[in-house]
């Protein structure tokens, strides 16, 4: 299938043919699946003290029966306002956790190769098909055809002011705007210094980053990724199908490189 190669300035210069990975049937639950194991890499391990909450000088009652007394382990000291208090166990004040969390714990989701690889290319597949573009919520009445692809010379684009013209030129300054009415979060989230979600708008696809990420760093929403470096995590945000994605003529060359045995088989088997 062929698309339009766009200029920087919104004007056609001929037409470029999409590698076959855009012939990838679009698996919903595959790149949902491998979002959800990918995520879980960066996750950071989580840990408590091994002696937290029993730091205490604690003893049961000897006998224990006998006293008067439940024979929870108590603060034996000369005095002190803790004397007398039930400590070092799970089920008092200021006591351990029963089941803490483990910094030993395994949360890294393990993927397979074919899988993710899969997964990569179903998503490639979907930045294609302008329904699963437009139920995301992006804007893209000014655009006829998908995918978006542009000539190179938009990666040399260095500056924020150019990056946004160039954006607005494309027919995308109603995607650019849609963030602008998000809602500042309330509770305990704001306290914490999470009161504003930010949503996702474009992705550019090029093949060297550079400049182009330099320029759109402080565009909202907008994104710059490698063609090397794809990944459902950039192409699928939340796992929800699919992001608003420009590709440079170089970076569809450089995905034309990728290896699909998914597609060879299914050529065998027709």
Request: glycine residues 10%; contains cysteine.
């Amino acid at each position: 299938m062929n698309v339009p190669l766009l200029r920087a300035d919104g004007s056609k210069d001929g037409d470029v043919k999409l590698p076959r990975v855009f012939d990838t049937p679009v698996r919903a639950d595959v790149i949902s699946r491998a979002y959800t194991n990918i995520n879980t890499h960066h996750f950071q391990p989580k840990g408590t003290h091994p002696t937290a909450g029993m730091d205490v000088v604690a003893r049961t009652a000897n006998p224990p029966t006998g006293q008067g007394q439940s024979r929870i382990a108590r603060i034996r000291t000369s005095g002190g306002q803790r004397q007398g208090e039930a400590a070092g166990v799970a089920s008092v004040r200021g006591g351990r956790q029963a089941h803490p969390p483990k910094a030993e714990r395994v949360i890294h989701k393990g993927l397979n190769k074919k899988e993710r690889r899969y997964a990569l290319c179903s998503a490639i597949a979907a930045t294609a098909d302008r329904s699963l573009i437009v139920s995301r919520g992006h804007k893209v009445g000014g655009i006829e055809t998908f995918p978006v692809v542009v000539a190179d010379d938009i990666e040399k684009i260095s500056g924020t002011k150019d990056a946004i013209k160039t954006l607005k030129t494309l027919g995308l300054a109603d995607d650019l705007d849609r963030l602008k009415s998000r809602k500042r979060r309330t509770g305990k989230v704001a306290l914490r210094g999470r009161g504003k979600k930010e949503g996702k708008s474009v992705l550019f696809v090029v093949k060297d980053r550079g400049e182009l990420s330099k320029a759109c760093g402080a565009v909202p929403g907008v994104d710059v990724c490698n063609a090397r470096d794809l990944s459902v995590l950039d192409l699928a945000p939340g796992a929800s199908l699919i992001r608003l994605t420009i590709y440079t003529k170089s970076a569809l060359d450089e995905i034309a490189k990728m290896h699909l045995p998914h597609l060879d088989i299914m050529e065998m088997m027709n």
